[in-house]
């Protein structure tokens, strides 16, 4: 699939947005003795998702994403989780994270920022990253209980842990209220993706140009 690096004009019959440049998309393959995983993604997308990995819990997160972040996304897994999930669980996250490396390309004209404070009845979770080519996690989750269903809520760290690391992000999450350890886990996937839809919009005050003072991330 045809990956845009950079926000340079259309030059060719991709699809174009209404902004006048190539949608940014990634598709990818990760196997290994554990798990094999495949992600597709269009940043530019609308919100269609398509997940089956096995663990339903983190379907539910990936829609999550998919819908909030208005990404395209299509996450097909298999794994070992006859063990548990925690292997599947993270080679999602590593795949995911390097497609959005890859269709980001070299960062040019993107906003790079964001932000969001999602509220999920009583919880309520905050989000700041920062696409700066420096991986780097900040968490600041309480969940109470060890399970949503049949998922490990330790997971959810490692799963922002492998996109960190693999997306080159600066990610900070902090829980600003809560009990229920779904509504806390939602409200942070939520969170996640209206802040990376932020980071990823083209600034149109800033296009072809890397968003950084010292001219590169």
Known sequence: MPINQGVAPV??????LTNGYRSRTASLR???GETDVEVSLNLDGTGK?????????LDHMIHQVSAHGLIDLNVQA??????DDHHTNED???????????????????????HFVAPLDEALVQVSLDFSGRPHLS????????????YDTQLVRE???AVVNNSLMTLHI?????????????????????????AVEIDPRRVGEIPSSKGVL
Not at 11 to 16: A, F, T, V, W
Not at 92 to 114: C, E, P, S, W, Y
């Open 11 to 16: 030059q060719d019959s991709s699809p174009i």
């Open 92 to 114: 999602v996250g590593i795949t995911l994270g390097k497609a959005l490396a890859q269709a980001l390309g070299d960062r040019k004209g993107i906003v790079r920022f964001g």
């Open 78 to 83: 298999t794994g070992d989780v006859e063990i």
């Open 174 to 198: 902090r829980q600003l209220d809560g009990i229920n350890s779904h509504h806390i886990i939602e409200a942070t996937f939520k969170a996640f993706a209206r802040a990376m839809r932020m």
């Open 49 to 57: 998702c398509t997940a089956a990995t096995g663990i339903p819990f």
């Open 139 to 150: 968490y600041g989750l309480d969940i109470p209980t060890q399970r949503v269903g049949t």
């Open 30 to 32: 990760r196997t290994t």
């Open 159 to 161: 799963f922002f842990v």
